[in-house]
């Protein structure tokens, strides 16, 4: 089984400013199937990201994601207030028993 | 517009049981494979259950043995039988769809319902 680790825990900056989220997992995660979620208080999780980098339906192209194997990144560039949230990495694949999820990292306002 | 609506969350005794409902909308169910991802309050996100086009089903290891899902294509709903109930299994449970129609690939998650709370207690 994948473990997915995201860091930093908590990343507290300012609107404006460039966030950069890290997900890296415990082995390669085949063919990218790496996916992004963003979760809003009270709200059901986003998708952002699948495919390691390619932006879902509706989502502001403020949002990148880049990487392979073990490692990936969400970018965030020129932070919104809307863009403060918790944000979660997934793995996904040949088999849902590959479905897991990093812990979150929660995105704050400094 | 795709929607997912669950239903059939509560208040039930360790070990009882409950079934969850998802009432699909704005796309063919039999394309897609559907899942149960649930989050304990304060928690994260942790798979439970996939159910395939083909009605292949899957579980985690915390829940196999005890939860059942299905799905009903005429009436456009996929359920969660839940039961030996535990504390742990309390949180919301929310029902997902695969981004993409079934091409042997499970995949990302694009439509999330808002959810329905279990609550277990001890």
């Known amino acids: 089984e994948i473990v997915l680790t995201q860091s930093p825990g908590t990343l507290s900056l300012s609107p404006g400013e ?12 085949s063919s990218n199937y790496l996916a992004w979620y963003q979760q809003k208080p009270g709200q059901p999780p986003r998708l952002l990201i699948s495919g ?4 879902a339906t509706g989502i502001p192209d403020r949002f990148s994601g880049s990487g392979s194997e073990t490692d990936f990144t969400l970018t965030i560039r020129r932070l919104e207030p809307e863009d403060f949230a918790v944000y979660y990495c997934q793995q996904y ?6 479905f897991t999820f990093g812990q979150g990292t929660k995105l704050e306002i400094k | ?7 059939g969350g509560g208040l039930v005794q360790s070990g009882g049981s409950l079934r969850l409902s998802c009432a699909v909308s704005g796309f063919s169910l039999s394309d897609y494979a559907m899942s149960w991802v649930r989050q304990s309050p ?25 939860f059942t899902v299905s799905r009903d294509h005429s009436e456009n709903m996929v359920y969660l039988q839940m039961s030996s109930l ?12 695969d981004e993409t129609p079934y091409n042997g690939i499970w995949d990302a998650f694009d439509i999330w319902g ?9």
Do not use: F, N
């Not at chain 1, 694949?93 to 590959?98: A, C, E, F």
């Not at chain 2, 517009?1 to 239903?7: I, K, P």
């Open chain 1, 18 to 29: 460039k966030a950069t989220l890290s997900c890296r997992a415990s082995q390669s995660v």
């Open chain 1, 52 to 55: 390691a980098s390619i932006r």
């Open chain 1, 93 to 98: 694949g040949i088999s849902p028993l590959m």
């Open chain 2, 1 to 7: 517009e795709m929607q997912l609506l669950e239903s």
């Open chain 2, 42 to 66: 304060g928690k994260g996100l942790i798979w439970v259950s996939s159910i395939g086009g083909g009605y292949g089903t899957h579980y985690s290891e915390s829940v196999k043995g005890r």
């Open chain 2, 86 to 97: 535990r504390a742990e299994d309390t949180a919301i449970y929310y029902c997902v769809k």
């Open chain 2, 114 to 122: 808002r959810g329905t709370k279990v609550i277990v207690s001890s």
